[in-house]
């Protein structure tokens, strides 16, 4: 069953559960999306006391394409582990390297669903700091949860990441998936302080 098929409580309990999936990738898809659906929500609001801004327009659009996208992700991360652990089942004889040829390409493959992920929740978070920074302070703490859940998302790609190439330390898309996960993280810091900073000068 798809990731976007299930009802919010029915994908909690298949996390909770001893399936193997869905697990922590297609969680951080769904942290993805969640932060994209604040993200979109804070910029309607802005939108809604800035009509004309093509800023907030282009942000809104953004969001929702980033959170179809994420959930897409969340379904081919369990679509990813599947094939992995079918390659792992593979006979090891009369060929044990047909069956090594075949995880070390799962491996391979699956790499790519987190790689794109924490591009994806990165560009999330900047959003949310964008909007944390420049859209209707009332919603300065929902885009700053966007951009929290973001970073968690990003950071959690990055683990699936260096996971899945353990082998190929130096693949460029570990070094992409920790710059991402930085990015996000910082993102985070900034959306964050500055709500801080509002409060401050608002003197509560």
């Known amino acids: 069953m798809s990731v976007?098929?299930?009802?919010?409580?029915?994908?909690?309990?298949?996390?909770?559960?001893?399936?193997?999936t869905p697990g922590g990738g297609a969680a951080s898809g769904i942290a993805a999306a969640l932060a994209a659906g604040l993200a979109a929500m804070a910029g309607r609001y802005a939108l809604r006391q800035d009509e004309d801004s093509a800023l907030f327009a282009d942000l809104i659009t953004r969001a929702d394409s980033l959170r179809t996208r994420?959930?897409?992700?969340?379904?081919?991360?369990?679509?990813a582990y599947g094939r992995?652990?079918?390659?792992?089942?593979?006979?090891?004889?009369p060929d044990p390297?047909?069956?090594?040829?075949?995880?070390?390409?799962?491996?391979?493959?699956?790499a790519n669903v987190p790689a794109e992920l924490g591009r994806l929740a990165a560009e999330v978070a900047e959003i949310g700091e964008e909007l944390a920074v420049r859209g209707n302070p009332?919603?300065?703490?929902?885009?700053?949860?966007?951009?929290?859940l973001a970073a968690a998302a990003a950071g959690g790609a990055a683990i699936f990441?260096?996971?899945?190439?353990?082998?190929?330390?130096?693949?460029?898309?570990?070094?992409?998936a920790r710059e991402h996960a930085a990015t996000a993280a910082a993102a985070a810091r900034r959306a964050v302080a500055a709500g801080g900073d509002s409060a401050d000068r608002s003197g509560t």
């Open 97 to 110: 390297e047909r069956r090594r040829a075949a995880i070390r390409a799962a491996l391979d493959a699956a």
């Open 84 to 93: 992995y652990v079918a390659a792992t089942r593979l006979p090891r004889d």
């Open 4 to 20: 976007s098929s299930r009802g919010v409580g029915d994908f909690l309990d298949a996390v909770a559960s001893e399936e193997s």
């Open 138 to 148: 009332n919603l300065r703490s929902d885009a700053s949860t966007a951009s929290l």
């Open 161 to 176: 990441v260096e996971v899945n190439l353990s082998t190929h330390p130096d693949d460029p898309r570990l070094t992409a």
């Open 70 to 79: 994420a959930v897409a992700l969340a379904d081919a991360d369990a679509d």
